[in-house]
């Protein structure tokens, strides 16, 4: 069954350097996110993207945040200058169409990021 | 703006019972309420998407009912099982106009006792 993959499981960061998480969405799917939950909290939208663009983000998603799908499989989140509250998990999902009335997101196993 | 609650936070039950678990928004405006299962520092496995127009949807020993009017979802699993422990969460598109901005719930911490 096709699914959502994220890479690295867990990363571990000193504060203030850049972060690059990775996902791979399935294959045929169009519309790519990205989530959050720091420990204890509820999932956070942070921001979608369709057709090299973003097309929706949060005010979570701020200057130090970018996104890039930099060929056709992988989609990309970056931090560029972590701070202690960024860890967190962070939640890649993909979905075929891009209105609720359309189907689901599928959301990968995420990426545990320790900032020190 | 949409909220979405779960109670309750956290629930312990004997194995093999049948168990509801609640979701409520204050918008009943929605496309769809997605349930979903989280293990314990892992990632987030769909369980149903219940459509607007649906009042329940089925997948196993799990149920889930919508009811827009009131605004509640229900996750009803039968014949409850160890592995069945994890939280459940709901979670609902943010507005009729956006494109897949989920609202989550703070979940229900499942525990089944052997």
């Known amino acids: 069954e096709p699914e959502v993959t994220q890479t690295p499981s867990h990363q571990v960061t000193q504060m203030g350097q850049e972060v690059i998480l990775r996902c791979v969405p399935i294959?045929?799917?169009?519309?790519f996110y990205w989530y959050r939950q720091i420990l204890g909290q509820k999932v956070e939208f942070l921001v979608s993207?369709?057709?090299?663009?973003?097309?929706?983000k949060s005010e979570i998603f701020d200057d130090q945040f970018s996104v890039e799908r930099p060929d056709g499989s992988n989609f990309t989140l970056k931090i560029r200058s972590t701070k202690l509250e960024d860890s967190a998990m962070y939640f890649c999902?993909?979905?075929?169409?891009?209105?609720?009335?359309?189907?689901?997101?599928?959301f990968g196993e995420g990426s545990r990021l320790t900032v020190l | 703006k949409q909220e979405v609650t779960q109670i309750p936070a956290a629930l312990s039950v004997p194995e093999g019972e049948n168990l509801v678990l609640n979701c409520s928004f204050t918008?009943?405006?929605?496309?769809?309420l997605q349930w979903f299962r989280q293990d314990p520092g892992k990632g987030l496995t769909s369980l149903l998407l219940?459509?607007?127009s649906q009042r329940e949807q089925t997948s196993g020993r799990l149920n889930a009912s919508l009811d827009k009017s009131s605004g509640r979802s229900t996750l009803y699993i039968a014949a409850s099982q160890p592995g069945d422990s994890a939280t459940y969460l709901c979670?609902?598109?943010?507005?009729?106009?956006?494109?897949?901005?989920?609202?989550w719930g703070a979940g229900t911490k499942l525990i089944i006792k052997p």
């Open positions: 999902a993909s979905s075929e169409f891009g209105h609720p009335t359309s189907g689901e997101l599928f």
């Open positions: 294959s045929n799917h169009l519309y």
């Open positions: 993207f369709y057709n090299n663009e973003i097309s929706e």
């Open positions: 918008d009943s405006a929605i496309y769809n």
């Open positions: 219940i459509q607007s």
């Open positions: 979670a609902v598109p943010n507005d009729m106009d956006s494109n897949y901005q989920l609202i």
